[in-house]
């Protein structure tokens, strides 16, 4: 069995760099950022972030394909999409809201794209490109593979279990809500499966 050739330089200064403009980035908002500040956190010249990104949008721009492809490679990485819907989406509903209930750098992330995305519209479809899109296809494929379920609409149903675990992480953590509005996260996860998987609907 071969092994992975490790990182080319490039890309490992690329990383250096995207880690520092990330920090750079949370603490000042895509506005109050410059590259100066970038140049410094990431311990590297003006000019070599400029021959790596060009501009402040394109090294945002990496910046979100960089962090929503760690998430997404650890929630689907290992995924079996060979496995039954219910055991499927059981383990993606748990590993997207285990990982998010600890991954504060992401939560802060999240709410730097939603608070900016007045202002910058086009980033924030973009992050919604990168990720969302991505994973509401897999799941929309996944389901419509599953005629057994009966489903009207696989891509709607999708959009119901993403929306539902994404309302839950809105209200839980990015908006502080779990002293308010409590919910067990497994008997969430238990209760939309059972929607989809136990109550299809019927001819």
Do not use: C
């Not at 790596?52 to 929630?75: D, M, N, P, S, Y």
């Amino acid at each position: 069995m071969g092994t992975l050739s490790p990182p080319s330089a490039t890309a490992l200064k690329q990383t250096q760099i995207l880690q520092g403009a990330l920090q750079v980035f949370l603490h000042r908002g895509y506005e109050g950022t410059s590259m100066d500040q970038v140049a410094a956190a990431a311990k590297v010249s003006k000019i070599t972030i400029y021959k790596h990104f060009q501009h402040k949008e394109g090294l945002f721009i990496a910046l979100i394909e960089w962090v929503t492809a760690q998430r997404f490679q650890a929630i689907f990485g290992s995924l079996s999409l060979e496995e039954k819907p219910a055991k499927v989406l059981r383990l993606v509903a748990t590993r997207l809201l285990d990982r998010l209930a600890v991954d504060e750098e992401y939560i802060a992330f999240l709410r730097l794209i939603i608070g900016e995305s007045g202002r910058f519209p086009a980033l924030a479809q973009l992050f919604v490109q990168a990720l969302p899109q991505k994973v509401l296809h897999l799941l929309s494929h996944y389901l419509e593979a599953h005629p057994e379920l009966k489903l009207a609409n696989p891509e709607a149903t999708a959009r119901i279990f993403l929306g539902t675990l994404m309302g839950y992480i809105l209200t839980q953590k990015l908006l502080h809500g779990q002293p308010i509005i409590p919910m067990n996260q497994d008997d969430l996860i238990d209760s939309l499966i059972d929607v989809i998987v136990r109550y299809p609907g019927q001819d």
